[in-house]
């Protein structure tokens, strides 16, 4: 019988809304607003998900949002998010810690189209809080590096201080097969690399026409990356979004996400540039 009325509706299916519970292993304040959470199913039954897919995170009292999964899925022993508290929900969340318990969701969506990539380049670029969902495509690359050609990261933040996983990117800077190029938009006396737009970047690098890009950030930064990888010659359907975006139920019951005839949760959130280019409201 169904919990919420008492029809019979529900009878012999899974209540698609009933979340699982997990356990903080970790918690770590990375940004000012930013919380990076370390979780394990409370069972300690195993995770699985394909990169670039998303939970639904709840806290009882609180409310629930969709979070993107920030770690790999071949690291099995436990699973990653961040948290941005901006809202009622995030914030009440990153005043929970180590011991404490989630709630979640999922995993839901379609995740980074690993089969079109694996044997070709692999170019990410993430701009402020779109490392977080991509980072679970980057450790899935470097956890498998000889299933793919060159792998590039674009990094860009507003400031130093805004950079998060600092013991990724330490790792990268130094990495022999991960080209890593970061940039921030202002400088702090002690920032030495460079500063201004992502864009910038694509100078530094060869993108070639077998490459895979992946673009993850503030809708501006979509339109400018995407103009510059047409320029260099990538055909749409080689250029992945990921939109996360304005989701709710994160199962295709609500229509919150909904754009055009596409639903962000269902059909993404990772798009191919081809998918989306005629949906204005997208970027
Ligand atoms: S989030 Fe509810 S339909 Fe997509």
């Given amino acids: 019988m169904c919990d919420n009325c008492g029809c019979s509706e529900m009878e012999g299916r899974e209540n698609i809304f009933l979340p699982k519970e997990v356990k903080i292993l970790r918690a770590e304040q990375v940004t000012e607003h930013e919380k990076h959470f370390t979780l394990r199913m409370a069972d300690e039954s195993p995770f699985n998900f394909t990169p670039g897919q998303i939970l639904e995170v709840s806290m009882f009292g609180f409310g629930e949002i969709p979070i993107g999964l920030a770690s790999s899925p071949v690291r099995t022993a436990s699973f990653d998010i961040v948290i941005r508290g901006v809202g009622r929900v995030s914030n009440a969340i990153n005043q929970l810690g180590k011991g404490d318990s989630l709630f979640i969701r999922g995993p839901y969506g379609n995740g980074f189209d690993l089969e079109n990539m694996r044997g070709n380049n692999v170019l990410v670029v993430a701009g402020g809080i779109g490392l977080c969902p991509t980072r679970s495509l980057i450790?899935?690359?470097?956890?498998?590096?000889?299933?793919?050609?060159?792998?590039?990261?674009?990094?860009?933040?507003?400031?130093?201080?805004?950079?998060?996983?600092?013991?990724?990117?330490?790792?990268?800077?130094?990495?022999?097969?991960?080209?890593?190029?970061?940039?921030?938009?202002?400088?702090?006396?002690?920032?030495?690399?460079?500063?201004?737009?992502?864009?910038?970047?694509?100078?530094?690098?060869?993108?070639?026409?077998?490459?895979?890009?992946?673009?993850?950030?503030?809708?501006?930064?979509?339109?400018?990356?995407?103009?510059?990888?047409?320029?260099?010659?990538?055909?749409?359907?080689?250029?992945?979004?990921?939109?996360?975006?304005?989701?709710?139920?994160?199962?295709?019951?609500?229509?919150?996400?909904?754009?055009?005839?596409?639903?962000?949760?269902?059909?993404?959130?990772?798009?191919?540039?081809?998918?989306?280019?005629?949906?204005?409201?997208?970027?």
């Fill in 139 to 283: 450790q899935y690359i470097i956890d498998r590096r000889e299933e793919f050609k060159n792998f590039t990261l674009f990094y860009g933040t507003k400031d130093p201080k805004s950079q998060m996983f600092h013991d990724d990117l330490a790792y990268m800077r130094k990495a022999a097969d991960i080209q890593y190029f970061e940039t921030v938009d202002r400088p702090d006396d002690n920032w030495q690399g460079h500063v201004g737009l992502i864009t910038e970047l694509f100078k530094r690098t060869e993108v070639t026409a077998d490459t895979r890009a992946v673009i993850c950030g503030p809708p501006i930064m979509f339109k400018f990356v995407m103009r510059e990888l047409h320029t260099l010659g990538l055909a749409a359907d080689n250029i992945y979004v990921d939109l996360e975006r304005r989701m709710k139920c994160g199962v295709g019951k609500c229509g919150h996400c909904q754009i055009n005839d596409q639903y962000v949760c269902t059909d993404g959130p990772v798009f191919k540039s081809s998918e989306i280019d005629n949906l204005e409201e997208a970027l």
